[in-house]
């Protein structure tokens, strides 16, 4: 089994508000230097899909990890390979950044079509920037493969098929998909595992392979955010206003009247 993960490198989800900063020049959001990016979480929880499947034949399974963007932190997305993953392919270069969906989602279906053989792809739900949801959907739309959306589990069965438990409101439905397909997982597969040291050891002594726009044969003027197809009107964050009325009366009984007043005129009750 060939699997394909998707992985992206995000502003840390974790750090405190305050850090971030708006560039309203160009709409986006930043943080400062000393506050480390980090793997996509919805991401590890695709590559943990993925090494779970490898667990049962390690030999057998084969997971490839691919990343897009520009001044791509190593340690960062060298995680993958420290938890198991075996490979690890850059989109690498300034042409690549500022994306939408749509370019995010054509490159990486020209890299995986340069990857060539592959059963399954691996995509996190969604990323924690923007929380769209919307690169591994229309990457498998791209690469004419079927898809299954919010995945809490795939395993592989015979006949080449993967048997998929996929979240709804109440539930979960159990899903067939023939290979090659595109699952993007959700939070409730489980934890991802911890990196173990002979894992950072062994990632740190291998290289990922770099790819340029030329390399997986598109134009550098065609990618990135020359290739958006929404744009961005305004990014702001939002103001946060509180008011409070403090309801005094002479006995509880007059203040709670007084308290539903005040709530009926907000529409509250």
Known sequence: MNMIVCCKQVLDPEAAPSTFKLDAANNRMVQPPEIKPVVNPYDEQAVEAALRIKDKDKAANKITIISLGNNLARDVVKKPLSMGADELILLEDPAFEGGDS???????????????????????RQESEWDDGQVG????????????????????????????????????????????????VSNELGEARYATLKGIMAASKKQPVVWKPADIGMDAG?????????????????????????????SPAEAASLLAQKLRENKVI
């Not at 493969?145 to 098929?161: F, L, N, Q, R």
């Not at 159990?174 to 090659?180: A, D, G, K, Q």
């Open 102 to 124: 749509f370019a995010v989602a054509s490159a990486l279906a020209a890299a995986i079509k340069k990857v060539g053989q592959f059963d399954l792809i691996f995509c996190g």
């Open 137 to 184: 959907s229309g990457l498998a739309e791209l690469l004419g493969i079927p898809s299954v959306t919010i995945a809490k589990k795939a395993e592989v069965m015979d006949g080449g098929k993967v048997k998929v438990e996929r979240i709804v409101a109440d539930g979960y439905q159990v899903l067939e998909v023939s290979t090659p397909a595109l699952i993007t």
């Open 222 to 250: 065609k990618v990135g955010a020359a290739a958006r197809k929404s744009k961005i009107v305004k990014l702001f964050q939002p103001v946060k206003e509180g008011k409070c009325d403090i309801v005094s009366a002479d």
